[in-house]
């Protein structure tokens, strides 16, 4: 079992910066893949970025270049930076941890960008 919690998230205005935390509790973080999803209001989920456990990032097209993704084994904490913020960056924040066997979530953490 691992335990997600997500901190990190308010209101910014476009342009600004925001830096995501997911702490996780349980058992050997350091082999999950860890991975950002975010969900608007009256869409669907979609992925952000994920880190395999060597540190290799992926990114949606839509955020490559202005979020990075990164990971702090020893601290079993993984961080989103998310800079250059957009209004269409506005929605609630999930860290997932994976990588083929369960999946776990966090509870969200909400993200609102002010044009």
């Known amino acids: 079992q691992v335990q997600l919690v997500e901190s990190g998230g308010g209101l910014v205005q476009a342009g600004g910066s925001l830096r995501l935390s997911c702490g996780a509790s349980?058992?050997?973080?350091?082999?999950?893949?860890m991975a950002w999803y975010r969900q608007a209001q009256g869409k669907p989920r979609e992925w952000v970025a994920s880190?395999?456990?060597?540190?290799?990032?992926f990114y949606a097209d839509s955020v490559k270049g202005r979020f990075t993704i990164s990971r702090d084994n020893a601290k079993s904490t993984t961080y989103l930076q998310m800079n250059s913020l957009k209004s269409e960056d506005t929605a609630v924040y999930y860290c997932?941890?994976?990588?083929?066997?369960?999946?776990?979530w966090g509870q969200g953490t909400q993200v609102t960008v002010s044009s």
């Open positions: 997932n941890a994976g990588g083929g066997g369960p999946t776990y």
């Open positions: 349980g058992r050997s973080f350091n082999t999950y893949v």
């Open positions: 880190i395999k456990p060597g540190g290799t990032t």
